[in-house]
């Protein structure tokens, strides 16, 4: 998603680093659609949730787990 704006849900945006694209990437190839936008939202809800209750965070080591979160459901990564 570079060169232009970046969408954002309700204040949060996702990260847009290198290694926040290739997590993208990987995750997009690897699991199925339901699982990839299950983790996306996994990671607006927290992120959302760490904003109301004014945590510090690091949005791409937070983008990073919620994508990687339920690898393991998928048959090549059990």
Request: no cysteine.
């Amino acid at each position: 998603m570079t060169g232009g704006t970046l969408p954002t849900i309700s204040g949060v945006t996702i990260p847009d680093s290198k290694l926040a694209r290739e997590i993208t990437t990987f995750i997009r190839d690897t699991e199925t659609p339901l699982l990839f936008n299950h983790s996306s939202r996994v990671y607006l809800f927290a992120a959302l949730a760490g904003k109301r209750r004014g945590l510090s965070f690091d949005p791409e080591l937070l983008y990073a787990g919620a994508m990687f979160h339920d690898i393991g459901l998928m048959p090549s990564h059990s």
